[in-house]
Structures are given as C-alpha cells and as structure tokens.
C-alpha cells in the first residue's frame, strides 16, 4: 500500500496531538464541549499540534527500524529520547507513564533491552501499546505467527513484559498487517480473532488472561453500546475503545475524534486509534489542516519515507 507508513505514523501523532489538551477530562465534560480540531495549551500548557510520549516512542521505534531490527538499538532509542528529548515535539518530554520510566531507567543502568520491562500484573498500562504500530509495517509480509508474536513480544516488553500488554499488542499488530494487505475491516477484524485465538490455543496461554480479551476476540466489539466502553489508561481499555472506535466509524477524522471524545487518556485512546484508522483510510483522507497544523511534520515526514522505502519494497 502506498504511502501506507506515513498514513499509520501521522495517524498515531496527529490522534495524539488533538488529544493531548483535554486528558484527565471527564466524557460527560467533553460530551457538552466535545474535541472537533486541535485545540491548545489546557491540559499540558503545551501550543496546537504538539504530541507526547506515545507519538515520540512510535518514532524512536520506526527511527531504530529504518537500520533493521535490533532489540538494543530500539531501547536505545528510547535511552535517548528520555535523557536528551530525542524525537520530542520540542525538545523535551513533558509527559511519561511510570513502567515506562522504570524500564528505561534499567537501560540507562546498562540493563539489556531483553530484560528491561516490567512483568508483574499491575504493569499493564497502555504505554506498549501505544507505541507499536512500527512493528506492522516490519512484519507486513511475516508469514509465521510464531514470529510474529515473538517479536511483538520482545519489543513490548522492552518496557512492558507482562502476557497481557504483550498479547494486546499483539492484537493490534495483526489486526494493523491484515488492514495493511488491503483487507475489508471486518474481513481483518474477523480473520485477526481467527489467528489470534488459534494462536493462544496451540500455545496453551493461561485461560484467564485469554478470556480478559473476549469482548475483543469471540465477540463483536464494535456491538457493544458506548457506556460499556471504558478510556483509561489501562491497555485492555485502551485496545477496546480504539477497534470500538475505528470500526464505528467511516473516516479517519470520525475515528479519531470520537477516540479522544471518549475522555480520559485521550491522547493514547487518539494515537491507537490514529495508527489503524490512517492505514486504513490512507494518508489523504487526514485533514490537510491537521497535517499542516502538526509539530515536526516535515521530520516526521522524511523519518516515514526512510522506513516506507526500507520495508515496503
């Protein structure tokens, strides 16, 4: 798909970007006064345009990826980002989640990227998550799942190790290369619940975790009314409310809008949403105001030509 790199990568930033003034806002709030275009300052005092931690972490992913794969120089990527402000909207971070910030600090120690996440139940936030669409455009054409999960697994839990962030991002990849290979949505939705689920099987996951992700996996997501779709920072959340929004929608605008609407973490809910509502609907469907209108577009432009033209031949 054409172009298809730079439609996922300012489909996470710009998702981010209308988000980022209103997080911590109530949906009822948003509801009265609901999110239609950037907005500025507000929430992180920061001006129109600017994303955060999750469109910085996407980019220092597809920035360690134009060199191949490699685990340490993805974290150390990360290291740079948060010692020295390396692909921040301006040049410093203004926002990090706190497994994240742990991790990270293991790297700085000089701990492996390998052994670097953290791993216990309550280290489930949606900072894997919002961070791995890159991985998609890599394993585009991966046709064994094994692989496939095992590098989902590895760069998640670069950061987050815990089987339920890894699985979700897992999810989302998988969903992400089927959009990626020109399915119909429903088609990828479908054959996504299909792989996923034969995949946990043959691996004999615990049934416990499995069954946190059925409204996803043996249901239809996109049935369920808005009131049972939640918007915190928590990544089943996260991962619900972005197919719940992306499948409820017909443009990337509609998408994206209604993500961050939901309230909460809206600048995660919007950058999720972003990576698979910009693969799908392509690059020209995002408003142009909104691509103008972005910080760092022109760098975030030449890194995404880099990647399309290293993995998309």
């Given amino acids: 798909m054409e172009n298809s790199v730079k439609a996922g990568i300012f489909g996470v930033c710009i998702g981010d970007a209308l988000g980022v003034p209103v997080e911590f806002k109530k949906r009822e709030d948003l509801k009265k006064d609901p999110v239609t275009g950037y907005l500025e300052y507000m929430s992180w005092n920061q001006p129109k345009g600017t994303w955060s931690d999750d469109s910085s972490l996407t980019l220092c992913l597809a920035d360690a990826l134009t060199k191949g794969y490699n685990l340490e120089n993805i974290g150390q990527k990360f290291v740079k980002w948060n010692k020295y402000g390396h692909w ?3 040049g410093k971070l203004f926002d990090i989640g706190g497994t994240t910030k742990h991790s990270i600090a293991r790297l700085i120690k000089g701990e492996s990227a390998r052994f670097s ?13 919002m ?22 697994k590895e760069v998640s839990s670069i950061t987050h190790g815990h ?29 996504m619940q299909k792989v996923v689920l034969e995949y946990g099987e043959i ?26 779709i939640k918007s915190s920072g928590y990544v089943l959340h996260s991962l619900e ?9 017909e443009s990337y605008s509609e998408a ?12 995660t809910t919007g950058a999720i949403t972003g990576g698979i509502a910009g693969i ?6 995002i408003p142009e105001e909104w691509v103008s209108e972005l910080v760092r577009k022109d760098d975030i432009e030449t890194l995404c030509n880099i990647l399309q033209d290293k993995l998309m031949k």
Wanted: contains cysteine.
């Fill in 163 to 191: 089987f339920r962030s890894v699985f979700a991002c897992f999810i989302y990849v998988v969903f992400a290369v089927q959009l990626l290979q020109g399915k119909e949505r429903r088609e990828a939705y479908n054959h």
């Fill in 280 to 285: 799908y609907y392509g690059f020209e469907n």
């Fill in 241 to 249: 409310a972005s197919l719940w929004c992306f499948l409820n929608s």
């Fill in 117 to 129: 996440g953290n791993i216990f139940e309550e280290d489930n936030g949606n900072g894997s998550l």
């Fill in 88 to 90: 921040t909207a301006h």
């Fill in 131 to 152: 961070r791995i669409i890159p991985l998609a455009f890599y394993l585009k054409d991966e046709k064994n799942i094994e692989k496939l999960y095992q590098t989902v």
């Fill in 203 to 228: 691996q004999g996951f615990n049934p416990k975790e499995i069954e946190l992700f059925e409204r996803i996996l043996k249901n239809d997501i996109s049935n369920y009314p808005e009131n049972h």
């Fill in 256 to 267: 994206v809008l209604k993500a961050v609407n939901l309230g909460e973490d809206t600048d």
